[in-house]
Structure formats: structure tokens, C-alpha cells
């Protein structure tokens, strides 16, 4: 994870014995997931990027544990025991062996088990290797963990003096025969409300229902170190004005809002005329600055995928979530705070994600991108 954010999207995950060996489904199989927001911790969502993708898991296997993980492209170890005990079942089997990972702004130190993680009924993953938390930080008291849906690379080094990978949850569902092939697609829609149950993760394809047009495809990039990620090659224009050259970057669940290197973001608030607010952190425009706000597009694999004004501003009824005021109206991109051309320029966060429909596709090493119903609606 970028350190400038928390990693606060979440997801139910179950532990649970399995009795019967599970019915496996005609691949791709898709859980849902919530977004929410926090309204009591006002400040809290710039600074750490709280808004968060809740998976809501309706049927399960019994007896199971429920955990809220969030769903992280950025990171790739899966864990739990943050907030909640962990509580071993017959499948559960302690290896010892800890495990140290940080993010920026926390991190858990605990031991690696394996065992029987449990997404849906028709995913259901056995003798996955799991972090157990002993001691954590930086996580809401709603948090039990994280789900990490990264390359499997990031979790390297992670099992306290083992230069190993550990196999991800999608590893595992490939390795397993659950999916044929490895991927993550991701749906969700803009929210005005501070919990949403409206986000789906399909695992081994794609849901047709949930996009529009075609997907473009891009190879992820070669550029160190955005290609330790889900990292892309991308450039960006306010308008017709290029405002940053191709460049590498990553797409990220974990990260809330749109991150740019200073040059573009020095570009771009110079053309919208945003203003720094001091208790957000971010960008505030006026009314007229609003109805002048041109598209700010981005160029992704050849095809363009813009952001529009409403998009490129926070829900107005969320302003009180960021302890702002609720007639100011604010910009949802934010500085990296390195100039482009650093290697990990860019980050494309829920913000941006929940106007598109996006596919992290490790089989064939590419992003895909496809508008959907939500991505020129005026939500915000
Ligand atoms: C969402 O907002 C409602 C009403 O303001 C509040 O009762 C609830 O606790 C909030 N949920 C979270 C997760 O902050
Ligand atoms: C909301 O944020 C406050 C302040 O950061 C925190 O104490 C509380 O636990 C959070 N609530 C949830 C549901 O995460
Ligand atoms: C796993 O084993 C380690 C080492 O013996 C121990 O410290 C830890 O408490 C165990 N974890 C759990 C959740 O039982
Ligand atoms: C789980 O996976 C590990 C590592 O691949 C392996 O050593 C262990 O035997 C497996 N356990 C079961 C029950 O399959
Ligand atoms: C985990 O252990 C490392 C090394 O001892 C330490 O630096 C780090 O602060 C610990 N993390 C947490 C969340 O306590
Ligand atoms: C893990 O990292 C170590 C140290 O950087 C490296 O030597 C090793 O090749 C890596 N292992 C894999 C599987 O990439
Ligand atoms: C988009 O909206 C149209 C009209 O309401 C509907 O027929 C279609 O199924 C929707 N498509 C998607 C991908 O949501
Ligand atoms: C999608 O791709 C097909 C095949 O390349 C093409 O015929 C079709 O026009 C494309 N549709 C859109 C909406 O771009
Ligand atoms: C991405 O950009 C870098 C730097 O400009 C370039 O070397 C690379 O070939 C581009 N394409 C990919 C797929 O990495
Ligand atoms: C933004 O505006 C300032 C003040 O007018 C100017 O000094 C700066 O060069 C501009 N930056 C960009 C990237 O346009």
C-alpha cells in the first residue's frame, strides 16, 4: 500500500470447517461488497483514506468466524485477527511462523496459519496461508483484516526472514480449480449515503450486466517500482490540455481518491482554480469554478476514460464525513508529492474506479477498463 492512505475498504470473510468437500460452480464466480464511510471520524478520511468496500456475506458455512477485510489491490497478503479474536477450527493449523507486514500507516506482526477461507459458497479456498494478527495498528475499530488481491510478488519477505512468496487467495482459486483463469473484476457505483451495499468482485472473468462498450485491455506496466503492483502506463488531460505524459502509476482499491504527480496536480489545480482547505486536506472550488470544470481525461490502452465535473468532485451530502462544510464543494484528486516520471506517479482510487469497471488480470498480466451505467452519471 501507498503509505498516504489507510486501507479501509472491507470484506466478510468466514473461516470455517468444511464438512463436505465444496460444490464448485462454473467459473467466474462473484461475492458482493459494501462501501462505507465513516461519519465519526471527521479529518480522518483525507489524511487516511477511510472509505471503505464492505463485503456482506449472506450465506455461509457453519461453523464459520466472520471477518471485515478490506479488499486491497495494493497489498496481497490475506490476514484477519485485527478487532475481532481469531478463533481456530479443526481446519486451522499454526505453521509458527510469524509474519511482519506494514503499510504506510499501520501494519499487523503475527503467526501464518493455514486454513479454509470461505468467500462465498462457491468459493471457497482450502489450506490458504493466512497472517493471524497478535498486535496491529492503524486500522478502524470495524477492520478485521485485509483480503489482498495484489501480485503475489508483495508478499515476499513478509514471513519474518523468509524470502518466499506466499500463494494469494487467487493463486489459490486458480491452483485449485475454482477459476480457470486468474483474475479480479471489480464493480461498484458512486454513493451519496455512508454505507452502500453495491460493489461485486467476480473471480475468474468478468459480469457482462455491470459494464458498457467493450474492455480495453493494457499490459501492466514495465516501470519499477509501479510494476511491483497493479501498475499501468497512462497519461492525462484536463480538457484537451496534456497535463501529464505517459507515465506509471497504479489502480488501487485501497486508496480513496485520485492521486497525480505534482507537476499534473500543479496543472490541473492551476486550471480549475481549486484551494488548499485546511480542515479536509483537500482542493474546495467555487460554484462558478464548478460549472467551468472541463472533463479530465484519462488515456489508458489506447481508449479514453473521462472523469467528469461530477466526478471529479466529492458527494456534497459526504462533506461532513471529511469534516468539511456542506455547501463547499471539493476535488477528489490529490498530490502525490513527486514529480511525474518517478516510476509510481499516479494513483487511480475508488474515486475513480467505482465510474468504470475494472478487470486485474494476473493469467495475462493486464488491466482492463469499460464504462458503466454510473460513469457520466451526476451523483455528487
Ligand atoms: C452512517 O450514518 C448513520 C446516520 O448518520 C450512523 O448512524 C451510522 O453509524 C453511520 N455508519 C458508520 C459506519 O459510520
Ligand atoms: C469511526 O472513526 C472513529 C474515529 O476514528 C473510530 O473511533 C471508530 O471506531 C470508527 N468506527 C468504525 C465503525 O470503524
Ligand atoms: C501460533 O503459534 C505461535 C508460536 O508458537 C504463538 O505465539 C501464537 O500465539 C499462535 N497463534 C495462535 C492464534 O494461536
Ligand atoms: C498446505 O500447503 C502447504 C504449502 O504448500 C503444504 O506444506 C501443506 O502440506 C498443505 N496442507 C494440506 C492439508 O494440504
Ligand atoms: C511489527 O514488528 C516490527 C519489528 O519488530 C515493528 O517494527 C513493528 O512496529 C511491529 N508492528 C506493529 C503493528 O506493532
Ligand atoms: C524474494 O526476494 C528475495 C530477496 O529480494 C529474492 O532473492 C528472491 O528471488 C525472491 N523470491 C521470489 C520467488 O521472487
Ligand atoms: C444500463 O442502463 C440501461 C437502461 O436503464 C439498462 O437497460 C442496462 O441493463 C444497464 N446496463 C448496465 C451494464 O448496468
Ligand atoms: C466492441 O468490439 C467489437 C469487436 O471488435 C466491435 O465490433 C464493436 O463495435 C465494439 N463495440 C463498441 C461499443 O466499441
Ligand atoms: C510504460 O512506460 C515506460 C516508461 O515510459 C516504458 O519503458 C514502457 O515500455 C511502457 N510500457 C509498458 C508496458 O511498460
Ligand atoms: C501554476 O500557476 C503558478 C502561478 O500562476 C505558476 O507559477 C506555475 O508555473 C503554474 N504551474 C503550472 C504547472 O501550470
Redesign the pocket.
Known amino acids: 500500500m501507498f503509505p498516504k492512505t489507510i486501507l479501509i475498504s472491507n470484506l466478510v470473510l468466514a473461516l470455517s470447517v468444511v464438512a463436505t468437500p465444496a460444490t464448485i460452480r462454473d467459473s467466474p464466480v462473484t461475492v458482493s461488497f459494501a462501501k462505507q464511510v465513516n461519519i465519526s471520524g471527521p479529518g480522518h478520511i483525507v489524511q487516511q483514506d477511510q472509505a471503505r468496500l464492505k463485503h456482506l456475506l449472506s450465506k455461509a458455512g457453519s461453523p464459520a468466524t466472520y471477518y471485515d477485510v478490506i479488499v486491497d489491490t495494493g497489498s496481497s497478503n490475506t490476514w484477519v485477527g485485527a478487532n475481532k479474536a481469531f478463533v481456530p477450527t479443526s481446519t486451522s493449523v499454526n505453521t509458527t511462523q510469524p509474519i511482519s507486514v506494514g503499510y504506510g500507516s499501520g501494519g499487523f506482526n503475527g503467526s501464518e496459519f493455514y486454513d479454509t477461507v470461505t468467500l462465498s459458497d462457491s468459493l471457497v479456498i482450502k489450506n490458504q496461508s493466512i497472517g493471524v494478527a497478535s498486535i496491529w495498528g492503524g486500522f478502524e475499530d470495524s477492520v478485521n483484516g485485509i483480503l489482498g488481491l495484489g501480485p503475489v510478488g508483495l508478499t515476499n519477505g513478509t514471513l519474518v526472514g523468509v524470502y518466499e512468496e506466499i500463494p494469494t487467495v487467487t493463486d489459490n482459486l486458480k491452483s485449485q480449480g475454482t477459476i480457470t483463469g486468474q483474475s479480479v473484476s471489480v464493480s461498484f457505483q458512486p454513493t451519496t449515503t455512508n454505507t452502500s451495499i453495491n460493489g461485486e468482485l467476480t473471480f475468474g472473468g468478468t459480469s ?5 462498450g467493450n474492455i480495453t485491455y493494457t499490459p501492466l506496466t514495465d516501470s519499477f517500482p509501479a510494476s511491483e503492483y497493479w501498475g499501468i502506463n497512462q497519461t492525462v488531460s484536463y480538457g484537451t490540455t496534456e497535463i501529464m505524459a505517459s507515465d506509471a502509476g497504479i489502480v488501487d482499491t485501497g486508496t480513496t481518491l485520485v492521486y497525480l504527480p505534482s507537476d499534473a496536480f500543479e496543472s490541473y489545480i492551476n486550471s480549475t482554480g481549486g484551494v488548499l482547505d485546511d480542515a479536509t486536506g483537500l482542493y474546495s472550488i467555487t460554484p462558478s469554478q464548478y460549472a467551468a470544470l472541463d472533463t479530465l481525461n484519462f488515456n489508458i490502452g489506447g481508449t479514453t476514460f473521462g472523469l467528469t465535473p461530477n466526478a471529479q468532485i466529492w458527494p456534497r451530502s459526504l462533506n461532513s464525513f471529511l469534516g468539511g462544510s456542506t455547501d463547499a464543494i471539493y476535488l477528489i484528486v490529490g498530490n502525490m508529492g513527486v514529480p511525474s516520471g518517478s516510476g509510481f506517479d499516479f494513483i487511480n482510487g475508488q474515486v475513480f474506479l467505482e465510474r468504470f469497471y475494472t478487470v486485474f488480470d494476473t493469467t495475462n498480466q493486464r488491466f482492463g477498463i469499460a464504462t ?2 454510473y460513469t457520466t452519471s451526476t451523483t455528487n
Open positions: 457482462s450486466d455491470k459494464f458498457t458503466t451505467n
